[in-house]
């Protein structure tokens, strides 16, 4: 088995950024509240048909974590169109009346573009979630909900992802005003503190040795399976597949082995009865399963959590403390992960 690096603490450019989260949060909540109660107001008094979210990368993670709240918290059927539907094939998607909202780190990508230009032109309302807000994204869309983020230099992004899930909950929870909801929203710079001071190293030895995982979520939490997955193949060069709870029981669980572990990220809600089944099969199949979160029962790492936070807040509390754990995976694996190979902190596709 591969042997952590001495330096797997170091404090990378993605460290500190990612430690920064909380403090973000806290200014992106109070910054865009008056915001969000106006856009809640209009969307209240014209409720759109559906939505649709437009997005890249880490972004499109977060769009995920929005689609999965307004689905369930609103019940609006929202979805992911892809850019490439205006900007290769030149079609036309009919969203007169929808929700549009793209969310991007720099705003600065043709085809998030494109698809913005088009939902505005055909009569959608259109919304960025975006870090600059002097750039041509947020200029073309109508409405702006900036993520105040600051500068964001290591090119896997931490602090702006955690800050497009909160624009995200913020404004569902004010367009929906859910009282409890808006109340644990006020919670979740402390839940981000507490969840960025916990330990979760006793995952290392297993993880840094991996060149292939499963990361495991559902509803809610799925997104952030996503996102984890994405930072363990841009920083440490691992192949790691984010997958549904559901899903992997319908074939791809048949990969899994000695070699091939799962992490499983899990909330308590409606989905963790099921996330505790799937845990015990793979625990009864040998396979070796990390589990951080709600989930219980026989796993070969079991991750501490952040307790009593709200099931929404939750998988926000599970990627910030996922930060720490893949910078460390990096630098055991001999990588840099502020300065991944070929890869950009400004990526555009046409």
């Not at 048909?49 to 059927?77: M, Q, W």
């Not at 290591?154 to 909950?169: P, Q, Y």
């Not at 079991?302 to 630098?331: C, K, M, R, T, W």
């Amino acid at each position: 088995m591969m042997m952590p690096d001495t330096n797997a603490n170091v404090l990378t450019a993605m460290l500190r950024e990612a430690q920064e989260a909380p403090q973000v949060v806290a200014r992106l909540l109070e910054s865009n509240a008056p915001l969000c109660r106006d856009l809640g107001e209009r969307l209240r008094a014209a409720p759109p048909p559906f939505a649709v979210t437009c997005a890249r990368g880490s972004s499109d993670n977060a769009a995920t974590f929005v689609k999965y709240l307004l689905e369930i918290h609103s019940g609006l059927v929202t979805a992911s169109v892809g850019p490439s539907v205006t900007s290769v094939y030149e079609a036309r998607p009919r969203m007169r009346d929808a929700l549009f909202l793209a969310v991007s780190q720099s705003g600065r990508s043709p085809d998030i573009l494109n698809l913005a230009r088009a939902g505005r032109d055909d009569g959608a309302l259109t919304v960025a979630l975006v870090n600059d807000t002097t750039s041509p994204l947020a200029s073309t869309c109508e409405i702006v909900l900036p993520l105040h983020a600051g500068p964001e230099k290591s090119v896997a992004a931490t602090k702006s992802f955690i800050a497009a899930l909160a624009a995200g909950l913020q404004l569902v929870a004010h367009w929906s005003q859910d009282r409890a909801l808006l109340e644990a929203l006020d919670t979740l710079p402390d839940v981000l503190a507490r969840a960025s001071a916990t330990d979760w190293s006793a995952a290392l030895p297993e993880l840094s040795d991996a060149n292939n995982l499963f990361v495991v979520g559902r509803g809610v939490g799925f997104a952030v399976a996503q996102e984890a997955a994405l930072k363990l193949k841009e920083t440490s060069g691992v192949h790691a597949e984010a997958m549904s709870a559901a899903e992997l029981m319908h074939g791809p669980w048949t990969l899994a082995g000695d070699h091939f572990p799962i992490l499983v990220l899990s909330q308590q809600d409606e989905t963790l009865s099921g996330v505790n089944d799937l845990v015990t099969k793979l625990n009864e199949q040998g396979v070796p399963v990390i589990v951080a979160g709600a989930a219980e029962g026989p796993a070969t790492v079991a991750l501490p959590g952040v307790e009593d936070a709200h099931p929404y807040l939750a998988p926000i509390a599970l990627i910030q403390s996922f930060y720490p754990l893949v910078n460390a995976i990096a630098l055991a694996r001999g990588r840099n992960p502020d300065n991944p190979p070929r890869l950009r902190k400004v990526t555009e596709t046409v």
